[in-house]
């Protein structure tokens, strides 16, 4: 993606169904779980490259020794640092204790890290936030061992205000205004409640306190705990927890936002935000990895039964489009079916805009996440050349020299290189004209290939602010000196900001906004803008399920190839001399591509949650009134 666009954030967890000594035998370590977990979060760092944290739990182990360990970074390469610490300590205990080699018991009661129930996180900073301190796993401590709580998750709620407000009402004073805590207090309250009835039964029938201990793990409903937790939450999540005994679960949200796969056999059980990191990492099937059900919540006690159980009624499912589009690795085996289908699809709009001159045109792509939409382009390309070669071999009536019939053969496609993303960019310095220049040089361009009279295609994931393609590629692009750039994107247009795990939050920075503006002002229509101002401004007081999205009204005036039209105009540079085209998919042709994933609300408007009505109602003021604010 050419634009800067970050994602909140990948879980990992992992529960050892054996002994440690088991693992040691088979696999020759007892951190076995350490290992594979390393693997997992390494195998997301897509998802996240901010920070990363790590937490494990240690069961069966005697009072006195640690059961719990946590550790987290925000370093450069944050994953690569809590595995250097984790080693670091790892070889001091054997450096120090050279008789821990061989005996597991040992090394489980003395080094810290390994476990049988392990959380691994990344992350991306938002809210501005990317202290130490805000890097999941969470910790919620007790001296009872069942109302210790871990939390990691890849979330966001839209309703964060009402939840905090009911964690006051319960008489609690949460550390921090976030959803994360908020969450996780929410929770660590019905977990409270339920030990401490379990306990109150355990008590009538006779038992002691250290007695009831073990039972109250073997008698906590971890699912009714959930429930009255997530009643009221609005969100998008997938939200993993530990309780210090051992139990473990992942929460999915009731329209499936976030994705959730997971893994079990006699050995683990495996929870990710992606499958095929659970595949390539523990060597398993497609067909072996699952997908957990939205508001369902997978559960495994200390015991290791395992458990699916409903938390929560589902939603009509609107899994998020745009982890098929970008977010997730295009190493699936249906999400990269569906990136070479969103490539295939957008071809007919691509040979318009060529006006079907493929001898005169060079396809390329953005580098890289855009490379599997570009080999369905070129796919569809090459079916266009056959029928194209066919007819002209066809209209010789049998009578074309070979020579003729070669010549006609011989045309193929003419794919380069031509976008290369030099360095990672740092702007240090904060002078405007400074920073443009360095902007301007992001990306290298490959010379020597194209010709004055040529089309240059160039395909990218999606087009959110258009801001690096200003200022950066299309004047890259047009020292080449093609005669026209068409910039192709596989996803729509992004009209609305997101609420559910993408930092996306207001609105005047999309382009799709920017250009609908341009389009009322030069239809003398620009009074539309009060006119929905006023009506969102009316229904601040109204309850989420009330709350429509009236800033559809700023769109509907136009289609989509007039909003795509003025687009190419404000991404145009003045100093730029080829002609720009920029292309959209339609939301049709996406729903096409990804038919089991039609979570489509920044392009289209219909969230998935009432809360996201209130969101887009909110980010509409704030720009109306010019509020530099998020609106969740």
């Known amino acids: ?43 997301q760092h897509n998802r996240g490259q901010d920070g990363a944290g790590f937490a494990s739990i240690k069961l069966n182990t005697k009072p006195g020794e640690r059961y719990i360990s946590r550790v987290r970074s925000i370093a450069q390469q944050p994953i690569q640092d809590i595995f250097a610490q984790i080693n ?43 202290s130490v301190e805000s890097v999941h796993p969470f910790l919620r401590q007790n001296n009872w061992m069942h109302r210790n709580l871990i939390m990691a998750g890849n979330f966001n709620m839209t309703n964060v205000k009402e939840l905090f407000s009911n964690l006051i009402e319960l008489g609690q004073h949460p550390k921090e205004y ?10 660590g309250h019905f977990l409270d409640d339920a030990v401490s009835k ?9 038992y002691n306190k ?73 060597n398993v099937n497609f067909e072996d990895v699952k997908e957990l059900e939205p508001g369902h919540a997978i559960i495994t006690k200390k015991s290791g039964k395992v458990g699916i159980k409903k938390i929560l009624d589902p939603l009509e499912k609107k899994s998020c489009s745009f982890e098929r589009i970008y977010f997730s690795r295009g190493s699936d085996a249906e999400i990269y079916q569906e990136r070479k289908e969103l490539g295939k699809l957008l071809m007919p709009k691509v040979i318009e805009a060529i006006g079907g001159d493929t001898k005169n045109t060079v396809f390329s792509y953005i580098p890289n996440t855009a490379e599997t939409s570009f080999f369905g382009m070129i796919e569809t390309v090459e079916d266009y050349l056959n029928e ?35 360095v990672k960019l740092r702007t240090f310095i904060t002078e405007d004209s400074s920073r443009d220049d360095l902007v301007a040089h992001v990306y290298d361009v490959t010379y020597g290939v194209i010709k004055p009279n040529d089309n240059l295609v160039i395909i990218d994931d999606s087009i959110v602010r258009g801001t690096t393609l200003k200022k950066s590629i299309l004047k890259m692009l047009d020292r080449l000196n093609p005669k026209k750039i068409i910039v192709v994107s596989s996803a729509p247009q992004i009209r609305y900001p997101d609420c559910y795990g993408i930092d996306m939050a207001n609105l005047e920075t999309l382009i799709a906004f920017r250009s609908a503006l341009a389009l009322l002002k030069d239809r003398n229509m620009y009074h539309i803008v009060e006119d929905v101002y006023n009506k969102c401004l009316g229904q601040t007081e109204l309850d989420d399920k009330d709350v429509k999205n ?28 080829a002609e720009i085209k920029i292309i959209f998919q339609p939301v049709e042709n996406l729903h096409k591509a990804c038919p089991e994933h039609l979570g489509d609300w920044y392009f289209t408007g219909n969230y998935p949650t009432v809360g996201g009505n209130r969101v887009v109602n909110r980010a509409f003021i704030n720009f109306y009134e010019g509020n530099n604010e998020r609106a969740y």
């Open 210 to 282: 250290r007695e009831a201990s073990p039972l109250i793990a073997e008698r906590l409903k971890v699912s009714k705990i959930l429930k009255r937790a997530a009643k009221n939450w609005d969100g998008g999540y997938a939200m993993a927890g530990l309780i210090g005994h051992g139990d473990f679960f992942v929460l999915r949200d009731p329209a499936g936002i976030r994705p959730t796969y997971y893994y079990k056999d006699d050995e683990v059980v495996v929870v990710a935000s992606e499958r095929p990191v659970i595949q390539t990492v523990f």
């Open 88 to 130: 670091e300590r790892i070889n001091k205990e054997f450096n120090e204790h050279p008789e821990y080699a061989n005996d597991v018991a040992a090394q489980k009661k003395n080094i810290p890290y390994i476990g049988e129930v392990l959380l691994g996180h990344v992350r991306y900073g938002t809210f501005g936030k990317n």
């Open 1 to 43: 993606m050419s634009d800067a666009l970050k994602h909140e954030c990948g879980i990992a967890v992992i529960r050892l169904l054996k002994p440690l000594e088991y693992y040691k035998e088979k696999y020759g370590s007892a951190f076995y779980g350490v290992n594979k977990m390393y693997l997992m979060m390494e195998k």
């Open 388 to 422: 194209q070669k066919t007819k002209a071999i066809l209209s010789g009536g049998g009578k074309m020299s070979a020579k003729s019939v070669t010549e006609i053969l011989e045309e193929r496609p003419r794919i380069e290189k031509i976008a290369i993303k030099d």
């Open 178 to 187: 976030t959803d994360t805590i908020t969450v996780m207090e929410k929770i």
């Open 198 to 206: 379990i306990y109150k039964d355990l008590k009538k029938e006779g």
């Open 550 to 577: 009236f800033v559809k009204e700023i769109y509907d005036p136009f289609t989509d190839e007039e909003i795509s039209d003025k687009a190419s105009e404000l991404l145009s540079d003045e100093s730029v001399k």
